[in-house]
């Protein structure tokens, strides 16, 4: 299929259901992965692994995109095939991680704030030619006390905003990555306080730098208590308050919302997503970009042993058809029996 634009790239990745591996581990965070598996985190462990997901069967109308790390984009499968081209084969567009990491936002403080704007320009430039449609970076906003502060909520609205214009410009989707974190004990209205204010500020650094709306996708964190608060809110109170959030905030021009999962497990974040397109009444497609809740059950699967590629494939198979279906609010639980 012909994808000229970047209009038509965004929508094409959240159609019909379809929805974004997140496969961008950096190297150090891959290798905290693999710990849990005791799989040493070797180049050549790195591409086996990501080379068993994106042959996975189920990627083909579930997966319309996956980001990667710089690492992977320009590595090849063991039969010299490049991954990239295996993922175009299954209609899975090729996405990549540009951002450079996390600093702290001042002297001694505990909020952070992303870099990576530096020779960005370049990176894009050599993306699009290694095959990139689209490209992902992530803002941490963290909930405590006296945080989130205006001051990191504002500058990293503006990161976002400076790299969704490069991007935009080199013809390539940009997937701004608002993550209010999911660290702490906070109340889940203190995360709807928190989430609005950062897409709130988002929205508006985009508007200002004139980032064409129709030709980003957005990918936020679900509206949740914290992951220690005594309290845990119900999957339909997550549903309810995410959705109004979003509401809020989000114009009805963005094509598509991508969530992240950010420590859920992989069945909480399919029945949220699940319960918020049976809400519905919004415009843009509400869909995932999970890492871990679409990863978890096959890097378990898999363990480093070759002779359980399939076994591991059939797992990924299986949740990226779930999230599909919950992307279109036709999920149950008895499907996942
Ligand atoms: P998780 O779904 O594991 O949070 O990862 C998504 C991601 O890409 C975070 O940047």
């Known amino acids: 299929m012909e994808l000229n634009t ?15 591996l997140a496969a961008d581990e950096s190297n150090p965070t891959c290798g905290k992965r693999f710990d849990t598996i005791g799989v040493e985190s070797t180049e050549n462990n ?34 010299g095939t490049s991954l990239v081209e295996i993922m175009n084969n299954v209609g899975a567009l090729p996405g990549i991680k540009v951002d450079k990491g996390l600093v702290p936002a001042s002297d001694g403080s505990n909020e952070v704030i992303t870099q990576g704007l530096d020779g960005l320009d370049e ?16 803002a941490v906003i963290k909930i405590g006390s006296d945080m989130p502060t205006d001051e990191c909520i504002n500058g990293n609205a503006e990161a976002l905003a400076e790299y969704a214009k490069k991007a935009q410009n080199h013809g390539l989707v940009p997937i701004v990555e608002p993550e209010v ?3 702490g004990s906070h109340s889940i209205e203190e995360c709807f306080e ?14 200002s730098h004139n980032v064409n709306l129709a030709g980003i996708l957005l990918k936020p964190s679900m509206v949740t208590a914290g992951s220690s608060a005594a309290n845990q809110a119900s999957p339909d109170e997550v549903a309810k308050l995410t959705i109004e959030c979003l509401k809020d905030n989000v114009p009805p021009e963005v094509p598509g919302i991508t969530f992240l999962s950010g420590g859920q497990t992989e069945l909480q974040a399919t029945k949220h997503l699940d319960l918020m397109n049976k809400i519905g009444g919004f415009k843009w497609k509400l869909s995932f970009s999970y890492g871990r809740a679409l990863q978890a059950g096959a890097l378990k699967a898999w363990s480093g042993e070759p002779e ?15 999230n599909n279906l919950a992307a279109q609010g036709k999920w149950s639980e008895d499907l996942e029996e």
């Open 6 to 20: 970047i209009e038509e790239i965004a929508s094409y990745i959240v159609a019909d259901g379809k929805g974004i």
């Open 46 to 79: 790195r591409r086996d692994y990501r080379e068993l997901l994106f042959r996975s069967s189920g990627l083909k109308g579930n997966i319309g995109g996956v980001i990667l790390f710089d690492e992977t984009i320009r590595q090849n499968a063991k039969d």
């Open 123 to 138: 990176r894009l430039r050599e993306y699009v030619g290694l095959g990139a449609r689209f490209t992902k970076w992530r």
């Open 181 to 183: 974190l999911m660290d």
């Open 194 to 207: 928190a989430s609005s204010k950062a897409l709130s500020s988002l929205f508006n650094s985009l508007k």
């Open 308 to 322: 359980n590629t399939f076994i591991a494939q059939d797992v990924l198979s299986h949740r990226a058809k779930m």
